[in-house]
């Protein structure tokens, strides 16, 4: 079963390109190493404070890639500097 999460998100603080990759990469770098997920930038590559990032999981039931979703978007949350704005789910 997969189940994928599109999170449109803010990067509050950032001031170039540059700064926003940093956090993106941080971010995407704690979520891998935490969940065993796939993540990635996959909208507004070149604009310096807003992203969207896809998360992807796949599991043996709906139930148990939905609660790895779940936690990753509370983990994104933890995250000052990122404000998540929009999320759409999806179940495959």
């Known amino acids: 079963m997969i189940v994928s999460a599109e999170i449109d998100g803010m990067i509050h603080g950032a001031q170039s390109l540059k700064e926003k990759r940093a956090v993106l990469r941080r971010v995407q770098s704690r979520i891998q190493n935490e969940f065993n997920v796939s993540v990635s930038e996959i909208d507004h590559q070149n604009l310096w404070q807003r992203t969207k990032i896809g998360v992807v999981t796949i599991s ?33």
Not at 79 to 86: H, N
């Open 60 to 92: 043996y039931d709906y139930k148990k890639a939905e609660q790895t979703i779940q936690k990753v978007l509370h983990f994104i949350d933890s995250f000052p500097e990122f404000e998540r704005m929009d999320t759409f789910l999806e179940r495959l």
